[in-house]
């Protein structure tokens, strides 16, 4: 089992960042591809961004790509969103989760997930 813990959301102003974390416990993350998906009010749960196991390729969503960086840190145990020029079409609550498929885009292939963490961007 992998326990999965997000952090660092909050109420950021439009065009502000925030860097959020996931941080595992009870497995090593390097056996995983790790992704972070978001959910608005009202809505599905949607693909913003993956990570290979070995951190080497990140793959994006378009309506976040070039604003949105993905990263991790095996050896914490822990991977990362940092999110710049955010928009208030952003908010969501934010998940990471974690899967043995790397290239994944849906919440189908992704094993374990973290109890999500709350962006809002006020205009």
């Known amino acids: 089992q992998v326990q999965l813990v997000e952090s660092g959301g909050g109420l950021v102003q439009a065009g502000g960042s925030l860097r959020l974390s996931c941080a595992a416990s009870g497995r090593t993350l390097s056996r995983y591809a790790m992704g972070w998906f978001r959910q608005a009010p009202g809505k599905e749960r949607e693909f913003v961004g993956g990570i290979t196991w070995s951190g080497v390729t990140t793959y994006y969503a378009d309506s976040v790509k070039g604003r949105f960086t993905i990263s991790r840190d095996n050896a914490k145990n822990s991977v990362y969103l940092q999110m710049n020029s955010l928009k208030p079409e952003d908010t969501a609550v934010y998940y990471c989760?974690?899967?043995?498929?790397?290239?994944?885009?849906?919440?189908?292939?992704?094993?374990?997930w973290g109890q999500g963490t709350q962006v809002t961007v006020s205009s």
């Open positions: 989760g974690a899967g043995l498929t790397n290239f994944a885009t849906r919440r189908n292939d992704y094993d374990y």
